[in-house]
T-cell receptor, first 111, second 116 residues
């Protein structure tokens, strides 16, 4: 079946550092890929998405490119802020039309 | 934006008792609601999908008689954990979708269940 693998956290960075959170997937066909973010005490929110190969999703300074050749969708941000501290989930939707999530990566940004 | 609430946020119950968790879409009508379970440091696992007015569709391995789901209205779904045991202790998350796009789910903040 489909699966999503994320780097384990926590990832601890200083403010203004560069962020990469790795995400790879296993799926048949052509899934759509997503990043969700969960801030403390809140529900998951859709951060960005990409629906086909080579698409780049972007939002709030975060970016991720759908790489079919490496089955990856790594999340990046050039300069993180303390307010970016949260748990980030990579996910996909395939033919079954249901979300499959990765295990989540906690990001902690220190001032 | 769309808001989904869950109640309670935390609950502790004794083994053998039942506990009900509510999920409400506050500012939109939810055609479909989803219930997930999250174990520590693990991914969200879909338990069941429910459409208003019809029976829930459970994922493989999820006991229907243990996890009762009711989606009585377009803004409310409930999950009842019956005859709870310590292994049911987990973080339960609901989400609600206003339409047919599965990724357009709005998530509740989750409920931490501890069974003693």
């Amino acid at each position: 079946g489909d699966s999503v693998t994320q780097m384990e956290g926590p990832v601890t960075l200083s403010e203004e550092a560069f962020l990469t959170i790795n995400c790879t997937y296993t799926a048949t066909g052509y899934p759509s890929l997503f990043w969700y973010v969960q801030y403390p005490g809140e529900g998951l929110q859709l951060l960005l998405k990409a629906t086909k190969a080579d698409d780049k999703g972007s939002n709030k300074g975060f970016e991720a490119t759908y790489r079919k050749e490496t089955t990856s969708f790594h999340l990046e941000k050039g300069s993180v802020q303390v307010s970016d501290s949260a748990v980030y989930f990579c996910a996909l939707i395939n033919a079954g039309n249901m979300l499959t999530f990765g295990g989540g990566t906690r990001l902690m940004v220190k001032p | 934006g769309a808001v989904v609430s869950q109640h309670p946020s935390r609950v502790i119950c004794k083994s053998g008792t039942s506990v009900k968790i509510e999920c409400r879409s506050l500012d939109f009508q939810a055609t479909t609601m989803f219930w997930y379970r999250q174990f520590p440091k693990q991914s969200l696992m879909l338990m069941a999908t429910s459409n208003e007015g019809s029976k829930a569709t459970y994922e493989q391995g999820v006991e229907k008689d243990k996890f009762l789901i009711n989606h009585a209205s377009l803004t409310l779904s409930t999950l009842t954990v019956t005859s709870a045991h310590p292994e049911d202790s987990s973080f339960y998350i609901c989400s609600a979708s206003p339409g047919t796009k599965s990724y357009e789910q709005y998530f509740g903040p989750g409920t931490r269940l501890t069974v003693t």
